[in-house]
């Protein structure tokens, strides 16, 4: 219970990190909080979480391996289902297998 | 022998006259419009240049088809620029053996010459130009009549690029498809679920993307970026605003189900899935999209 409170004080970004790491063993994760490009977007003037509404996701994962690109993402949504509940409300992704990543 | 209607009140929905300067929605208007800047050319200045000699320059008042000289027209743009007078008047394509084309009405003859080179080259070859001196409407569809009439009475048919139908010669405006509605509306009792609805949306057309905003004007920038992308591979695809409240209500929250998908806009081919604004990006960054469409 006392990780539960821990985890609702911290920043969404925050908590986006430690789930997809823990559970898609990224490899490499990196998210940015674009919220202020979407300022007065409707759907952000209506959030709780003003501010923390749009992100860019850049993760390698060797969980991707064989999958598609929807699949990657719907992989990706699947572990933030909770964030997408709760006012977030677009995520650019960017998910590559680590050989991908190696490549580029 | 080919029926064509001349009167003046027929000519424009029943013949493809107008220039591809001119709008197609407007064919009344646009006899008075000056040519849009033109998108293709945009460097290129139709203007008279006054520091050049005009000699090269195709001078000619209105006379008989058959009494207008020919003109070859040249591969490099400036030179059809300088060669074809930039004003209003009536032009006669014709084609490598010299076979009339089209005949043409336009405010600029030079800028519809180049803009015909550039999209049919190998039929815009040799170009007979009339100038109308005074050229208010009446002027050029009377001028354009003679030259039909004149090249009818000879030769028994219509030029091709002016029968109906032809778009050789006139570029037809994309008219913007109206974004589909999935309900009749808000207040009206469905006698099939939503998620059906969807279902058969999907399904039943070839490209569907649901997106935020109308795609005449989409309301956030992935929408706006998937609208462009759709455009410009020239898909023939179906829109739905998720943000219509009226016609598509509890759209998005029975999307995000049917789809297994949490954002907007959502893009499907053939029933399925592709993904949103990222992987359609992706694909098309890669040029896999023509495939896509294909199939």
């Known amino acids: 219970m006392g990780s539960r409170g821990a985890t609702a004080l911290l920043s969404r970004a925050n908590r986006m990190k430690i789930k997809l790491q823990s559970t898609l063993e990224a490899s490499i994760l990196e998210i940015e909080d674009v919220s202020y490009q979407h300022a007065g977007h409707a759907a952000v003037k209506d959030s709780a979480n003003a501010g923390e509404t749009h992100f860019n996701v850049k993760i390698v994962s060797p969980k991707f391996d064989g999958q598609s690109l929807v699949k990657r993402h719907r992989m990706v949504y699947d572990v933030l289902a909770d964030e997408l509940r709760s006012g977030l409300h677009a995520l650019s992704i960017v998910a590559k297998t680590p050989q991908e990543a190696a490549q580029n | ?295």
Not at chain 2, 49 to 57: C, D, F, G, S, V
Not at chain 2, 175 to 191: A, F, S
Request: glycine share 6%; proline share 7%.
């Open chain 2, 1 to 295: 022998m080919a029926t064509i209607n001349l009167s003046p009140l027929h000519t424009s929905s029943s013949l493809r006259f107008l220039s591809p300067h001119s709008s197609q929605n407007t064919p009344t208007l646009s006899f008075y419009s000056h040519p849009k800047p033109s998108l293709a050319f945009p460097s290129i200045s139709l203007k008279p240049n006054r520091h050049k000699p005009r000699a090269l320059t195709v001078v000619s008042a209105l006379k008989k088809l058959s009494e207008t000289e020919l003109f070859a027209v040249p591969a490099a743009v400036e030179e059809v620029v300088g060669k074809f007078p930039d004003v209003p008047g009536v032009y006669a394509v014709h084609d490598k053996n010299d076979v009339l084309q089209f005949i043409g009405i336009s405010r600029s003859i030079a800028a519809s010459v180049l803009a015909h080179q550039k999209s049919v080259p190998e039929l815009c070859c040799s170009v007979k130009v009339g100038v109308v001196d005074e050229p208010d409407r009446t002027a050029l569809t009377q001028a354009w009549k003679s030259w039909m009439e004149e090249h009818i009475g000879a030769t028994g048919k219509v030029p091709p690029g002016n029968e109906s139908g032809n778009a050789t010669w006139v570029r037809q405006t994309p008219k913007k498809k109206p974004d589909l509605r999935l309900t009749p509306g808000r207040h009206v009792q469905l006698t099939v679920p939503l998620e059906e609805l969807i279902d058969r949306l999907v399904k039943e057309n070839k490209v569907v993307a649901f997106i935020k905003g109308s795609r005449s004007a989409p309301m956030c920038g992935f929408s706006q970026r998937v609208v462009g992308i759709l455009e410009s591979e020239g898909v023939d695809y179906e829109s739905i605003d998720v943000l219509d409240e009226e016609y598509n209500y509890g759209l998005r929250e029975t999307l995000k189900k049917y789809s297994n998908w949490p954002t907007f806009p959502q893009i499907f081919v053939n029933g399925e899935l592709v993904g949103g604004c990222d992987i359609l990006s992706s694909m098309y960054e890669k040029g896999e999209l023509a495939g896509l469409f294909q199939k």
